[in-house]
């Protein structure tokens, strides 16, 4: 158990299913020089970054292909562009998403 003090994130899973996550741990894995553009706090109006990019390592603009959490856009079985807020990569390095489904 963790102590009741430390914060701790709720992260959505597939199904419904949640993790409790302290940030001690989600500290670990910080990658200091990346931002995701999705995040509520994310860059202000002036940025330009395109929607569905994420900033590199290297401070330029990149279609994401680890899984994110975040609006994206896919394409429905009729060939409708639709919106979805859900966790989601862009394996091609394209706009092409595919939203995880686990």
């Known amino acids: ?15 419904g299913r949640v993790a409790r996550v302290p940030l001690s741990v989600l500290e670990q894995y910080v990658v200091a020089d990346a931002a995701s553009v999705h995040a509520p706090d994310a860059p202000s109006a002036d940025d330009v970054t395109a929607h569905n ?8 603009a990149e279609w994401h292909i680890a899984w994110e959490l ?3 856009t896919v394409t429905d ?3 409708f562009p639709r919106e979805y807020y859900a966790w989601h990569r862009h394996p091609y390095g394209t706009e092409y998403a595919e939203l995880y489904e686990g």
């Open 1 to 15: 158990m963790t102590d009741p003090k430390e914060i701790v994130f709720t992260i959505p899973l597939s199904k």
């Open 53 to 60: 990019l994420t900033l590199s390592e290297r401070g330029t």
């Open 70 to 72: 975040g609006q994206c």
């Open 77 to 79: 079985a009729s060939g």
